[in-house]
């Protein structure tokens, strides 16, 4: 790697000691924010749009949230080499930067704890009827019952990237059983606190045994509508489907039809096809579906954490050394 200044745009807001941080990996690389004039011409104004794409042009790098990238991102760029998402999917970047020779890294391993703890969270709802209890105090009643317990079930968790790991070690710490499915070569090799690895062609298998049945894997051409109403009829009746990683790898409208002729007990929904979710969407008044508004990975210092992953990722560009996760376009994560 040559002694060049790298020019970095930087196209979400951040603050200023994150920005002091980002220049102080090197001398060499110059920070230019720009989420001011991106949010701008976001609204139609495009008053700054020749010195935005001044900008863009001598880009190396650019480093924000997916959302939050200009439009036409390749079309006005002509030095750009590597892009760093905030995020862990790349599912909404352009489909003309992954077929680019622009690399591309992403925050994969930040949302595990968050995201493992909203999967208990839900688990743990729909165990102790939790929604028993709210609708009791609203209707100011007494009804006492006997709540089920998670230690001896079953969870299956598809996809046991960093997110599926955290889950499993959780599941296993409440003595729950832990199968699973993952799609990278030696997947039927042991995974820590997965009592069972299923190869991917055994997810009805999968299903059968779960009484717990959890979505933490990428939203990829594969993945998308994969599981739809074989899959769901496959569930026993008791079981509970919880989604924390893409709407759109569930087939929603077979899912709302399990939900309502009850080929499944609840589902825990943190993401949906269409977000926000429409208020017109029957997901808001079904009693056996508990649901929060894609919020399962956030963390109250994410910022900080992703420029971290940036930072370093920074100092292995300027070193020629490999980046930490860098997205493999074959897989599309």
Same mark, same amino acid.
């Given at each position: 790697?040559?002694?060049?200044?790298?020019?970095?745009?930087i196209?979400?807001p951040?603050?200023?000691?994150?920005?002091?941080?980002?220049?102080?990996?090197?001398?060499?690389?110059?920070?230019?924010?720009?989420?001011?004039?991106?949010?701008?011409?976001?609204?139609?104004?495009?008053?700054?749009?020749?010195?935005?794409?001044?900008?863009?042009?001598?880009?190396?790098?650019?480093?924000?949230?997916?959302?939050?990238?200009?439009?036409?991102?390749?079309a006005?760029?002509?030095?750009?080499?590597?892009?760093?998402v905030?995020t862990?999917?790349?599912?909404?970047?352009?489909?003309?930067?992954? =077929?680019?020779?622009?690399?591309?890294?992403?925050?994969s391993? #930040?949302?595990?704890? &968050?995201? @493992?703890?909203? $999967?208990? +969270?839900?688990?743990?709802?729909?165990?102790?009827?939790?929604?028993?209890?709210?609708?009791?105090?609203?209707?100011?009643?007494?009804?006492?019952?006997?709540?089920?317990?998670?230690?001896?079930?079953?969870?299956?968790?598809?996809?046991?990237?960093?997110?599926?790991?955290?889950?499993?070690?959780?599941?296993?710490?409440?003595?729950?059983?832990?199968?699973?499915?993952?799609?990278?070569?030696?997947?039927?090799?042991?995974?820590?606190d997965?009592?069972?690895?299923?190869?991917?062609?055994?997810?009805?298998?999968?299903?059968?045994?779960?009484?717990f049945?959890?979505?933490?894997?990428p939203?990829?051409?594969?993945?998308?509508?994969?599981?739809?109403? =074989?899959?769901?009829?496959?569930?026993?009746?008791?079981?509970? #489907?919880?989604?924390? &990683?893409? @709407?759109?790898? $569930?087939? +929603?409208?077979?899912?709302?039809?399990?939900?309502?002729?009850?080929?499944?007990?609840?589902?825990?929904?943190?993401?949906?096809?269409r977000?926000?979710?429409?208020?017109e969407?029957?997901?808001y008044?079904?009693?056996n579906?508990?649901?929060?508004?894609?919020?399962?990975?956030?963390?109250?210092?994410?910022?900080?954490?992703?420029?971290?992953?940036?930072?370093?990722?920074?100092?292995?560009?300027?070193?020629?050394?490999?980046?930490?996760?860098?997205?493999?376009?074959?897989k599309?994560?």
């Amino acid at each position: 790697m040559s002694q060049e200044i790298i020019n970095v745009v930087i196209t979400s807001p951040i603050d200023g000691p994150l920005l002091e941080k980002i220049k102080a990996v090197s001398h060499r690389i110059q920070v230019d924010p720009v989420a001011h004039w991106v949010v701008a011409e976001k609204k139609g104004d495009f008053s700054n749009q020749e010195a935005l794409n001044l900008l863009l042009q001598r880009a190396e790098v650019i480093f924000g949230w997916i959302h939050q990238f200009p439009k036409n991102l390749t079309a006005r760029t002509d030095r750009l080499k590597w892009i760093q998402v905030m995020t862990a999917g790349v599912d909404r970047l352009p489909e003309e930067i992954l =077929k680019s020779g622009i690399r591309v890294a992403n925050a994969s391993g #930040l949302h595990s704890a &968050a995201m @493992g703890e909203v $999967v208990l +969270e839900i688990m743990l709802m729909f165990v102790k009827d939790a929604l028993a209890c709210m609708r009791m105090k609203q209707g100011r009643e007494w009804r006492r019952y006997r709540p089920a317990i998670l230690r001896g079930q079953t969870v299956g968790i598809l996809g046991l990237g960093a997110v599926g790991k955290e889950i499993a070690r959780l599941c296993k710490a409440f003595g729950m059983k832990v199968v699973g499915i993952r799609r990278s070569e030696g997947a039927v090799s042991p995974v820590p606190d997965v009592d069972r690895v299923y190869p991917r062609e055994k997810l009805l298998d999968l299903l059968a045994e779960s009484d717990f049945f959890v979505l933490a894997l990428p939203l990829t051409k594969e993945t998308e509508g994969m599981i739809a109403e =074989k899959e769901l009829r496959g569930m026993k009746p008791t079981a509970f #489907l919880i989604n924390v &990683a893409r @709407g759109a790898i $569930v087939d +929603e409208g077979a899912l709302i039809r399990a939900l309502q002729e009850k080929w499944i007990a609840g589902a825990g929904l943190d993401v949906f096809t269409r977000e926000p979710l429409p208020p017109e969407s029957p997901f808001y008044t079904m009693p056996n579906v508990l649901f929060s508004p894609h919020i399962s990975g956030d963390i109250p210092d994410y910022e900080s954490r992703a420029a971290e992953v940036f930072c370093e990722n920074l100092r292995r560009y300027l070193a020629g050394e490999p980046f930490l996760h860098e997205v493999d376009r074959e897989k599309g994560y």
